[in-house]
């Protein structure tokens, strides 16, 4: 099973700018998924961006134009780069992935993925 490990949380004012780093560890096949997901307190998770094998991008709505999800293959790691943060952007940032699914079955509104990270929290004051 892959092992995921998120980092780069803290906190920031409104406006400013952090990247998270999810490091993969086990087997991925060609076909696969990842991605970044938020939850408040007694909130839902929610999917906030996702790539698949394939290089297709999908984003929630809020976030387009501020987030920019990537990953390194040659370095096992996915990014999410948060920029103009505002306080709703606050949560616990999970990474996800999918090591066999991908393609269309990859985006935001996905939450079956089979592995998740424990995640790191971003808290954004105004």
């Known amino acids: 099973q892959v092992q995921l490990v998120e980092s780069g949380g803290g906190s920031r004012q409104a406006g400013g700018s952090l990247m998270l780093t999810c490091v993969v560890s086990?087997?991925?096949?060609?076909?696969?998924?990842m991605g970044w997901y938020r939850q408040l307190p007694g909130k839902a998770r929610d999917g906030v961006a996702t790539?698949?094998?394939?290089?297709?991008?999908s984003y929630a709505d809020d976030v387009k134009g501020r987030f920019t999800i990537s990953k390194d293959n040659a370095k096992n790691t996915l990014y999410l780069q948060m920029n103009d943060l505002k306080p709703e952007d606050s949560g616990v940032y999970y990474c996800?992935?999918?090591?066999?699914?991908?393609?269309?079955?990859?985006?935001?509104?996905?939450?079956?993925?089979?592995?998740w990270g424990k995640g790191t929290l971003v808290t954004i004051s105004t």
């Open positions: 790539i698949d094998s394939e290089g297709g991008l």
């Open positions: 996800a992935a999918d090591p066999s699914r991908g393609g269309a079955w990859c985006n935001v509104y996905q939450y079956n993925l089979e592995s």
């Open positions: 086990g087997t991925m096949s060609a076909r696969n998924c």
